[in-house]
């Protein structure tokens, strides 16, 4: 297999939007508690590249590991699975 077919993939949400072409993405995963056993949900935020602009808070996305983009960014949006539902009052 080559570096291409084993990148890691991620399914998150997007919870900043303000940089130009990159987008933060908040991706939560389970796992037990070393002692107690009982499974909490563990988060951790990526800055991923969005070459379009097209996301913005709120949006479930998958992102996909790459090579490095800038000092922070080593993830591109692959597509976006859910768009965020608009706050209309």
């Not at 800055?47 to 996909?64: M, S, T």
């Amino acid at each position: 297999m080559s570096w291409h077919q084993k990148r890691k993939e991620f399914v998150g949400v997007v919870v900043s939007d303000k940089m130009d072409k990159t987008v933060v993405v908040r991706v939560d995963r389970k796992a037990p508690h070393p002692i107690y056993k009982k499974h909490i949900i563990k988060s951790k935020k990526y800055h991923a590249h969005d070459p379009n602009n097209e996301c913005k808070v709120g949006d479930l996305v998958v992102i996909r590991e790459t090579r490095p983009i800038s000092k922070t960014k080593r993830w591109v949006v692959v597509k976006i699975l859910q768009r965020a539902q608009s706050q209309q009052t």
